[in-house]
């Protein structure tokens, strides 16, 4: 069965860090580039970071230097570590494929207080 599962998300101040995890079942995942989006309220959804095979990563402007992907292909699972997290960084987080080729898990609700 094919499915993603968010989880590590939270309530935090501005400033502080959380580290999300994503694990995935199903044979796609040794062979896709993961990503992670992101909704924010009232906004589209957007493509926050993304990890390749080979764990070479790409991230968003808005989030280079606080947001780092990694992946563990033995787990099947991918992260995010947030540090110095701002209010505009508050939305649900979800992981997929690069191109979305996955149905959609439930995401993981972060939200940033200042």
């Known amino acids: 069965q094919v499915q993603l599962m968010e989880s590590g998300g939270g309530l935090v101040q501005a400033g502080g860090s959380l580290r999300l995890s994503c694990a995935a079942s199903?044979?796609?995942?040794?062979?896709?580039?993961m990503s992670w989006y992101r909704q924010g309220p009232g906004k589209r959804r957007e493509l926050v970071a993304s990890?390749?095979?080979?764990?070479?990563?790409n991230v968003l402007d808005s989030v280079k230097g606080r947001f780092t992907i990694s992946r563990d292909n033995t787990k099947k699972m991918v992260y995010l570590q947030m540090n110095d997290l701002e209010p505009d960084d508050t939305a649900v987080y979800y992981c997929?494929?690069?191109?979305?080729?996955?149905?959609w898990g439930q995401g993981t609700q972060v939200t940033v207080s200042s």
């Open positions: 997929n494929t690069v191109s979305q080729s996955v149905a």
């Open positions: 990890i390749t095979t080979r764990s070479i990563t």
């Open positions: 199903g044979s796609f995942f040794n062979d896709n580039t």
